[in-house]
């Protein structure tokens, strides 16, 4: 009813587009993201084995640099 979340079975993340789009996915080390960087760092590589629930290329945005694990840094100090 009014619980939208779901779990993905491959994935094993919680998303709640209830939380809006950039926090609807919690992650299992605790921090909350958006289906673009789910999809960067887990779903783009579970996908080929299926019943991911993030593949919908329509429901994210395209992963910039800081969405994917082992990012360069955007600046230098
Ligand atoms: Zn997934």
């Known amino acids: 009813?009014?619980?939208?979340?779901?779990?993905?079975?491959?994935?094993?993340?919680?998303?709640?587009?209830?939380?809006?789009?950039?926090?609807?996915?919690?992650?299992?080390?605790?921090?909350?993201?958006?289906?673009?960087?789910?999809?960067?760092?887990?779903?783009?590589y579970a996908q080929g084995r299926g019943g991911c629930i993030n593949t919908n290329p329509q429901l994210r945005s395209e992963p910039s640099a800081s969405d994917f694990y082992g990012e360069p840094p955007a600046f230098k100090l």
């Open 1 to 44: 009813m009014a619980d939208s979340s779901q779990v993905c079975p491959l994935c094993q993340v919680t998303i709640n587009s209830s939380n809006g789009a950039e926090l609807e996915v919690q992650f299992s080390t605790g921090a909350k993201g958006s289906r673009t960087k789910l999809w960067a760092r887990v779903c783009q």
